[in-house]
């Protein structure tokens, strides 16, 4: 049923969950934004020669109606991504590996949106079950996945979006003893969605003495 105005009063406790809600949007665009910015940092170079990018590599993919392998198949795909952010951008968040610790509302929508953005590396680190009460934020979990893992819950719903991205999962709970274990493959990003504040403090501190760029919530 719909949200009356004269509902929305401090008493109803509904401000928090709204609030939620109208910043997620903001949160995802917000989130691919911030890594293109990032990636694109060193395009300017001294150098006024050209140079030539590699172009996408054909990924093997059978969708029933084009060839395994066809490039025009995922070139469509990602279309809308291209022009958004040009060829050259656009290789960038395909090439980016992205570290996303902790899926739940936040982490499992700013995943979400960087699949759906064009990057084809994620690695996604939670110890957690789906649960019911969790279903009112998660991006993707149905109840059908209550009581199974959040990370796997998303491997699965992401190879049905995007075959051809490379979704690594990590079922621990992070901490700094695990860190160099995780965080391991050199990311171009780590996105810092822990609900708990000394684990968050824990991958801020490592991040910030191993020089990885790390973007974090707070809510």
């Not at 989130?31 to 996408?56: C, F, M």
């Amino acid at each position: 049923s719909l949200i009356k105005m004269e509902d929305l009063t401090p008493s109803t406790n509904n401000w928090k969950e709204i609030a939620l809600a109208l910043s997620l949007p903001v949160a995802l665009f917000s989130t691919s934004k911030l890594l293109y910015n990032y990636l694109s940092e060193d395009t300017e170079s001294s150098n006024t020669s050209q140079i030539e990018q590699a172009p996408l590599k054909p990924l093997a993919y059978d969708d029933g109606f084009s060839p395994v392998g066809s490039m025009d198949f995922y070139r469509e795909h990602v279309d809308r991504n291209m022009l958004f952010y040009g060829e050259d951008g656009f290789q960038k968040i395909s090439d980016a590996f992205v570290v996303v610790v902790g899926v739940g509302g936040v982490g499992s929508a700013a995943a979400h949106a960087l699949l759906r953005s064009g990057v084809r590396k994620l690695r996604l680190i939670d110890p957690d079950m789906v649960t019911l009460s969790s279903l009112n934020r998660h991006a993707v979990a149905q109840r059908s996945d209550v009581g199974r893992s959040k990370v796997t819950v998303m491997k699965e719903y992401f190879s049905k979006i995007c075959p051809e991205a490379e979704v690594e999962t990590v079922e621990a709970f992070f901490e700094a003893d695990i860190a160099e274990q995780v965080l391991r493959g050199n990311p171009d990003y780590v996105l810092d969605c822990i609900d708990d504040r000394r684990t968050k403090i824990e991958l801020l501190t490592y991040c910030y003495q191993n020089n990885l760029p790390v973007c974090f919530c707070v809510l």
